[in-house]
């Protein structure tokens, strides 16, 4: 598991949000404007639900990359979600951290990367093994 994660605290923000425009904005054939009212908007509001248990952690590495996660993006973590079957999770496995799925089936579990050249990993008895956060969000450059 040569991944890890580097790790930040979300920081109170003293901006009071960015400009939203309501109308959508078209990825085919232009549309017209038209009148929209101008809107703030709070990505703090609209990414994070749990202020206490939410983190921001960076991807390193290519493992998520089917699942649209990539080297570099920010993911948004939240540690008071339930872990379930199929959720994309961050995890503490034998001393370092991976963003991998969840894969829960008769009581064993397995973290399964979203790209082929990786293996899926079973979690045994002989691991030191926690889920650290459930994956809510990611954040891209472009």
């Known amino acids: 598991m040569p991944e890890n994660l580097i790790f930040f605290n979300p ?3 003293t901006i009071s949000g960015a400009i939203l425009i309501d109308t959508g904005i078209s990825a085919g054939f232009p549309i017209p404007s038209g009148d929209f009212e101008e809107e703030k908007v709070s990505l703090d509001e609209e990414l994070i639900k749990n202020k206490n248990s939410t983190f921001f952690a960076k991807v390193k590495g ?3 990359i089917n699942a649209g ?3 570099n993006d920010l993911l948004v973590i939240d540690r008071s ?3 379930t079957d199929k959720k994309i ?3 503490y496995v034998d001393g370092e951290f991976t963003v991998k799925r969840l894969r829960v089936q008769n009581n064993e579990v397995w973290l399964q990367p979203e790209n082929p050249d ?3 990993i079973k979690i045994t008895e002989e691991n030191n093994f926690i889920i ?3 994956v809510t969000n ?3 450059k472009v």
């Open 11 to 13: 920081k109170p923000s």
């Open 62 to 64: 290519q493992s998520m």
């Open 69 to 71: 996660l990539n080297n």
């Open 81 to 83: 979600l339930e872990p």
């Open 89 to 91: 999770a961050v995890c």
């Open 118 to 120: 990786y293996p899926i």
């Open 132 to 134: 650290w956060g459930i």
């Open 138 to 140: 990611v954040i891209k």
